[in-house]
């Protein structure tokens, strides 16, 4: 793996903070894009010197955590998750000294930084896809998933139903299928190689050598197949998330590893791991099937969307903590509610279908409530009132608007 040698330190020391390996379970997250944010030298992007201008305002704001989504190299199709090189901040954005700079401005303020790393994909672009499609017998031959037909693994559902027939797609260069549970455009990783669970570790570390506090693992229900199975929740899979909490814990204390997995409570929970010891995987997870029954409830006027979601979730290990949010830089899922309460929801939250984009609704918060105040002000509080730390999403607490003539999700991250 090449990597880009860690920039030296040359800022102002970032004063000692205490120990605190819990500071997860009493933070208000943040999460906000850095190409959206504020732009520093008028070209109209956003980048990261706008963002650590800002952090007095987000300091200000009582933000403890800024959640930063992928600001790496990409050919932007995805925005941004579509990874061509882990190490590497893309330029329009700046440059790795303006990223340290950014991280410690933001620890004299007393606010963490946690970053998304996409672990499941990358870009067709990246040199290592490249790689192993010209040259099935060299080093990196064997980092996706190749076949030579398409007929493997029937039983993973298709997740971008809008725009994906398979999850295989046909490549002309190595005369194979690659398979990919997302965009044709992001194949999956091997994660059967071990070669590629190093790199992802030394991808990790570079990171954390460079000061930051934690991880969003993207989509981590994915990262292995098997016949027979859906290919997702595989043991597998939190075998390997067991290493890599081991090793960070070792080397870097009190850093927090926030699981992406989209999936009812009582799979999600097995993201924790070991519930005796305290939790050996992830520190966090999203709790997804909550966020949608928040605004049926409050349509409804009944309280049993939520409380009926918050009784079937079970108990998790006492080091851990869900966190839970209203909105994101994705559509507001649909997928874990029934085939009657998604129409519901349709209904009364996106009545055109161009607020739609795959099992979800493409809208923002204050549009989704009317751009009504005191609808918005209610929202946030029962999200401050739900078991979880609460993850704010950017311009939501001014009242953003979207844009649905953007394409796909796009529209949310305006």
Known sequence: M?????VPDTFEDTPARDRDPEWFKRAVFYEVLVR??????????????????K????????????WLPPFFKSPLRDGGYDVSDYTAVLPEFGDLADF?????????????VIIDFVMNHTSDQHP???????????PYGDYYVWADDDKQFQDARIIFVDTEASNWTYDPVRKQYYWHRFFSHQPDLNYENPAVQEEMISALKFWLDLGIDGFRLDAVPYLYQQEGTNCENLPETHDFLKRVRKEIDAQYPDTVLLAEANQWPEDV????????????ECHMAFHFPVMPRIFMAVRRESRYPVSEILAKTPAIPSNCQWGIFLRNHDELTLEMVTDEERDYMWAEYAKDPRMRANIGIRRRLAPLLDNDRNQIELFTALLLSLPGSPILYYGDEIGMGDNIWLGDRDAVRT
Not at 2 to 6: R, S
Not at 100 to 112: I, L, P, S, T, W
Request: with cysteine; charged share 25%; proline share 4%.
């Open 2 to 6: 090449i990597v880009n040698e860690p």
């Open 36 to 53: 959206s944010f504020q732009d520093s030298n008028g070209d109209g992007v956003g980048d990261l010197k706008g963002l650590t201008a």
């Open 55 to 66: 952090l007095d305002y987000l300091q200000w704001l009582g933000v403890d955590c800024l």
């Open 100 to 112: 340290v700079e950014f991280v410690d401005a933001a620890h004299q303020r007393g606010m963490r």
């Open 128 to 138: 290592w896809f490249q790689e192993s499609r010209k040259d099935p017998d060299g």
């Open 269 to 280: 929970v097995d993201y924790f791991g070991d519930y005796p010891s305290g939790g050996d």
